[in-house]
């Protein structure tokens, strides 16, 4: 079914700098300056391919505004806002592990999670039904009172505050598919009921200690949170099982009101970072099947936030499967990288990852 979808980009959010690294770290020593994982270009090649394949003019372009420093407040600390100005004033430094900040990174950072809370607000008032925020930097690192993984303000993890806040939602689901564990967002939430926070990722990854299975939420939030560790080398059909067997089960007991997506396209086959095996349509059935939980529970309502994805010539076209799974429309663009290569069935240490998921999960959840 085609719907209205919002999409909402900035050209600040390509000129927040990360410096010459190589992968995820600074140039210097022995390590030759080179293009940092995290910069603009698999963001920029997005819109632009939205663009060259006017599938953009399916979509109905919303500016975003800045955050203000309250709205910030309401998940980290002033002493850590201070710090993200005041490096950002001096030309930058680190807030954290792998977590740059560059010349005027603090304005993009506030204009990033402003586009979320822009996509909130364009959801909730019925402007669009669904959107997309291709923002920049990314978030779900973030913790409270410390950047992390090229995070500065966890802009999934604000916006949730505010819709919560602003529109009086009692429950609010955000799936995190980025390849890496969302910490920062299951700090944020993970005391809390009105929040449910699943993290599919690649097992022992980044950060190192956090994501476990056996990590369900603590206090009145026990529960609440639903950790999937999948093992390297998982593709589309692993990714799939675990969505069929405990993500869509979750989600139908809990019934949100409104769906988050951290959209990180670093599963994907090509990344330099991650070592799973998604496809674009991988992302393009997944994205599906969150689009027909959002039409059963949340009045079609999602919001997909970008995070990570570090392979310049795949993100983009995994990124434009996502929008139009939540358009309802395919594009003309065929996937150039897919040649007639289909991921196989489902190996069992992947199945059997899954079913560790669930037998936790069976203390909170109805599932099979």
């Known amino acids: 079914m085609s719907v209205k979808t919002g999409f909402i980009c900035d050209e600040s959010y390509f000129w927040h700098q990360t410096g010459n690294g190589a992968l995820n770290i600074q140039s210097g020593g022995w390590v030759q300056a080179d293009t940092h994982a995290e910069n603009p270009e698999s963001k920029r090649r997005v819109k632009n391919l939205l663009e060259r394949s006017r599938f953009m003019d399916e979509l109905q372009q919303i500016s975003p505004r800045e955050a203000t420093r309250q709205e910030i407040l309401i998940n980290h600390s002033k002493e850590y806002i201070n710090k993200i100005k005041e490096l950002s004033d001096a030309g930058g430094g680190d807030a954290g592990v792998h977590a740059i900040v560059g010349p005027d990174s603090y304005e993009i950072a506030l204009k990033s999670a402003g586009g979320v809370m822009t996509s909130v607000d364009a959801v909730m008032e019925e402007e669009v ?100 560790e999948l093992p390297a080398g998982t593709g589309d059909e692993g990714y799939f099982y675990a969505f069929d067997q405990l993500i869509a089960p979750v989600f139908d007991q809990y019934a949100p009101e409104l769906i988050f997506i951290s959209a990180g396209q670093d599963a994907s086959r090509f990344d330099p970072i991650g070592r799973m095996s998604v496809t674009a349509e991988g992302y393009f059935q997944m994205s599906k099947r969150i689009k027909k939980l959002a039409e059963k529970h949340s009045s079609n309502r999602i919001i997909a936030c970008h995070e990570g994805g570090y392979s310049t010539a795949y993100v983009p076209f995994c990124t434009l499967r996502v929008i139009e799974a939540l358009k309802g429309k395919r594009s003309q663009v065929d996937d150039p990288f897919d040649q007639g290569f289909h991921e196989g069935p489902i190996y069992p240490h992947q199945k059997e990852a899954v079913q560790r998921a669930i037998e936790v999960q069976r203390a909170y959840w109805d599932l099979k």
């Not at 959107?131 to 409270?144: F, I, K, N, Q, S």
């Not at 966890?154 to 529109?167: C, F, G, L, Q, S």
């Not at 390849?179 to 929040?195: I, P």
């Open 129 to 228: 039904q669904n959107a997309y925020a291709l923002v920049r930097p990314p978030g779900h690192h973030a913790e409270p009172a410390e950047g992390m993984g090229f995070c500065l303000f966890n802009n999934v993890a604000i916006a949730a505050k505010y819709a919560r806040e602003k529109y009086g939602l009692k429950r609010i689901a955000i799936l995190d598919w980025d390849v890496h564990h969302g910490n920062g967002t299951e700090t944020a939430f993970e005391n809390d009921s009105d929040v449910l926070f699943i993290s599919v990722h690649q097992e022992n990854i980044f950060p190192k200690d956090r994501g476990a299975i056996t990590y369900t939420g603590k206090g009145d939030g026990e529960g609440y949170t639903v950790n999937i």
